[in-house]
């Protein structure tokens, strides 16, 4: 499968616990982006890479989240001390870049803060 | 701040009919648009991009862009119960390439 995958593909844990989630882009891809979204919203940006180069962060993200790219394949995303209002899907897809950006998501990792 | 708005829906329509979906948005400058498909519990799918006035045919489905009215629509010929699923509309501009997304229509295909 050359697709962009994602784990875990659930995560559940208690409020003020950290997280942290990966995301293996298609090989041949070098921007890599982060999304949130909640029921019936369509997906929020969060922050997208270029190679391991953060370019974007969302200003509504809190500093509670952070991303990485070290070497310009996977990606991690990590929640710290996390909430209630966390629990959504997280989304991660990959794009070729250029003029048109066509991006393909993964299957998401779906988070819920009790 | 860029907008894409999307009527939410429900969209109903017979099997064998055609379901039009339609986006706005508010960048005069946008050139880049998607069109993606997304199962309850399931991520998005790309179905179809356009990003010249005019019409793209895919199969069953069209996209259609109008720039001067800053609008995006998706129609799909000979619906199918398996299309039923909510249709994310996505606006790529500028050198950003950050997507702002619509809510999403939710399109009901019923035999």
């Known amino acids: 499968d050359t697709g962009v995958s994602q784990n875990p593909r659930h995560k559940i844990t208690k409020r003020g616990q950290n997280v942290t989630f990966r995301c293996d882009p298609i090989?041949?891809?070098?921007?890599l982006y982060w999304y949130r979204q909640t029921l019936g919203q369509g997906p929020e940006f969060l922050t997208y890479?270029?190679?391991?180069?953060?370019?974007?962060k969302s200003r509504l993200l809190s500093d509670r989240f952070s991303a990485e790219r070290p070497k310009g394949s996977f990606s991690t995303l990590e929640i710290q001390r996390t909430e209630q209002g966390d629990s959504a899907m997280y989304l991660c897809a990959s794009s070729r870049g250029g003029t048109y950006n066509e991006q393909f998501f993964g299957p998401g990792t779906r988070l819920t803060v009790l | 701040q860029k907008e894409v708005e999307q009527n939410s829906g429900p969209l109903s329509v017979p099997e064998g009919a055609i379901a039009s979906l339609n986006c706005t948005y508010s960048d005069r400058g946008s050139q880049s648009f998607f069109w993606y498909r997304q199962y309850s519990g399931k991520s998005p799918e790309l179905i179809m991009s356009i990003y010249s006035n005019g019409d793209k045919e895919d199969g069953r489905f069209t996209a259609q862009l109008n720039k001067a009215s800053q609008y995006v629509s998706l129609l799909i010929r000979d619906s199918q119960p398996s299309d039923s699923a909510t249709y994310l509309c996505?606006?790529?501009?500028?050198?950003?390439?950050?997507?702002?997304f619509g809510r999403g229509t939710s399109l009901i295909v019923h035999p």
């Open positions: 090989s041949e891809h070098n921007r």
């Open positions: 890479f270029q190679n391991e180069a953060q370019l974007e």
């Open positions: 996505a606006d790529l501009s500028g050198g950003s390439y950050i997507p702002t």
